[in-house]
């Protein structure tokens, strides 16, 4: 008979939560470098490139730049053991990746902020998660050569209690919910790019106002 299993303890969830919090800020500031370089982190690994050495540079930078977030960095093992992470997909790949709920992407020249902003809005594109990955590369990539919005994010493998399916979506953000003209160029876009089902668009003032669908009750301003 095999043993059962203990339940994980509050600190045990703890010390997991506060380790993927430092490898996300860990993501963040590696991206940071690598954009300085000309580059980032999903160029370099599906061009193949080897980040041991990049990653133990960083590392050593990283955790004398955040040193209470040091400890919860190692227990994912060395500077080649978070590499392999990356290698892996964490952070890259929205089903391959554990550590955080969202995988976002900038649009270039956009300050990092813009998407939060109460006049924003995003088009909600909802998938199964055998279709996700290779939705989102199409996104991640328009949106980096600045063709789609300001930023667009997916939501990834990592358990999330307030997921009411199973299915993943991709949010694609445009600046001004009231800017029709460019709400409808993104629209248009991501039909070149095959998402020709109809989609809506959801201001965020209206997320943050708490607005969400239930039964009779439609929350996008857009439905295209």
Known sequence: MSEERAPESGDEIMSEELTDLAFGMFTIFMEQQLEKEGTCLYREIEAGTDLSVRCETLLTAFCEEYPPLAPALAMLGTATDIAGLYAAGEGIIPTKTTKSYWIQQDSPDVHPGATGAE??????????????????????????????????????????????????????????????????????????????????????????????????????????
């Open 119 to 224: 006049d924003a809005g995003k088009w909600l594109i909802f998938l199964a998660p055998e279709e996700v990955d290779a939705a989102w590369q199409k996104v991640r990539d328009a949106t980096a050569a600045g063709t789609l919005g300001i930023g667009a994010k997916v939501s990834t493998a990592k358990e999330n209690e307030d997921s009411r399916d199973d299915r993943k979506v991709i949010y694609v953000f445009t600046p001004d919910w009231s800017d029709e003209e460019d709400v409808m160029r993104v629209r248009n876009e991501l039909k070149n790019l095959g998402f020709v089902d109809r989609i809506g668009y959801k201001r965020n003032l209206d997320t943050y106002a708490g607005e969400y669908r239930e039964k009779g009750k439609r929350v996008t301003y857009y439905s295209v």
